[in-house]
């Protein structure tokens, strides 16, 4: 199924594979046939196999399982029950990878080594500002035209963000 559905390489269907059959085993150690299975089951194979794994290895196991049990819900029809909408689990943050942040020498480096000589290097760092004083993203700032950007309110209306929300923002003196 993972063939004709996805491209998927096969060190990760070596994976896949892996947690599948541990989760049947885990199914015929306690004499429960897969027709039977309930989400209370699921959780507890879950529960046990993710015990001390990273929080990132703990949701792949538990997407595998969703997919898993979507096919034999969907494809097979062997589940009265579509189980997998039941998983839920608590987001998983990269607390192994937290944010950078720049110190306040590190911002000021950064903005004497900007040039203003050429219209490039002007726009590279007014794009900079922009980036620094508003927390746009840089697709964001890149969409930026001369008509979003109201000089005499100092305001900056970005029209195209993620999540399709326009919004107006006060532009600091600096990003002027």
Not at 54 to 77: F, H, M, Q, V, W
Not at 87 to 92: D, E, G, K, L, Y
Not at 135 to 150: T, V, Y
């Amino acid at each position: 199924w993972y063939d004709r559905t996805r491209e998927v390489t096969e060190s990760r269907k070596k994976w896949i594979r892996k947690v599948i059959t541990d989760f049947t085993q885990w199914l015929t150690d306690r004499n429960i046939r897969i027709e039977n299975v309930t989400i209370d089951q699921v959780d507890a194979f879950l529960e046990e196999r993710n015990e001390n794994l990273a929080p990132r290895t703990a949701s792949d196991n538990r997407g595998i399982i969703k997919g898993l049990l979507r096919y034999l819900y969907i494809e097979k029809k062997i589940l009265k029950r579509d189980l997998a909408s039941l998983i839920v689990s608590a987001p998983v943050f990269a607390y192994h990878n937290p944010p950078k942040y720049l110190r306040k020498n590190e911002i000021q480096r950064l903005f004497d080594a900007l040039n203003t000589r050429t219209s490039e290097d002007l726009r590279a760092h007014a794009m900079t500002r922009l980036a620094f004083c508003t927390g746009l993203r840089p697709g964001e700032i890149a969409r930026i035209r001369l008509d979003d950007i109201s000089f005499e309110k100092a305001e900056l209306t970005v029209p195209e963000r993620k999540g399709n929300n326009p919004i107006r923002i006060p532009l600091p003196d600096d990003a002027i």
